[in-house]
């Protein structure tokens, strides 16, 4: 650890308590420090120049060892998405054979889930069953950042559609009236010829309500 010979005994537990749970307050207690004072005492030690240089170099190798784990992941998750049935067994019209586990890579096996084998004698039959290949591609897209976090794709966008036109001005004596209709959200082509009547039949109320004293 970076800085450690210049560390005392408790600040050097205090060092390691704290990559525990990041807590202060609780790695000073579990370092010896008194509890009434345990808060004052994490936040000063977190201010020493080698207790700080201690904690980031501790931090840097957790990280790159974070980033070893993060990377094996997305090795086997990719094995499992783009892992293809006929690696594994092969059919024509003469029926279906499985290959020989000898011939099969570590990769390949890595995307077995289960090999079963029922019945007796001249009736056995063998069953393999491959990783889910829809979960491993999703768990691979949120974990590159492909799904925000509610699971949609992160190349989405959402469009609030304002279906209301504005209100024209009430006219003095008018009642209210002039108040332009709803009009529905419209679909694809058949939409846009709808929203062109709906369009029509709003021209004449806007333009009514346009009028002063009318």
């Known amino acids: 650890m970076v800085g450690d010979n210049k560390l005392t005994d408790r600040q050097r537990r205090f ?3 704290y990559l525990v749970d990041c807590n202060a307050a609780r790695a000073a207690v579990r370092a010896g420090y008194s509890p009434n004072a345990a808060e004052k005492a994490g936040y000063r030690l977190k201010k020493i ?8 170099a501790a931090f840097e190798v957790k990280r790159q060892g974070a980033e070893v784990d993060r990377e094996r992941i997305i090795r086997e998750l990719a094995r499992i998405a783009f892992a293809d049935i006929s690696e594994f067994a092969a059919w024509d019209e003469r029926g ?3 290959k020989e586990a000898s011939v099969l890579t570590p990769e390949q096996t890595a995307c077995v889930a289960e090999v079963a084998e029922s019945g007796t004698g001249g009736t056995k039959k063998l069953r393999i069953k491959l990783h889910s290949k829809t979960k491993a591609i999703e768990a691979l897209c949120r974990l590159l950042g492909l799904y925000d976090e509610k ?3 992160a190349g989405d966008r959402i ?6 036109a504005p209100a024209p001005p009430q006219s003095p004596g008018a009642g209210g009236q002039g108040q332009a209709p709803l009009a529905a959200k419209p ?3 058949a939409g846009e010829e709808a929203n062109e009547r709906i369009k029509g039949k709003m021209a004449p109320a806007l333009s009514a309500g346009a009028r002063p004293g009318r």
């Not at 120049?49 to 980031?56: F, G, K, N, Q, S």
């Not at 469009?159 to 209301?164: A, L």
């Open 15 to 17: 060092v390691e308590e």
């Open 49 to 56: 120049p080698a207790v700080r240089e201690a904690l980031d």
């Open 96 to 98: 279906l054979s499985f």
């Open 151 to 153: 699971g949609k794709a």
């Open 159 to 164: 469009f609030n559609i304002i279906t209301k």
């Open 187 to 189: 679909q694809g082509e």
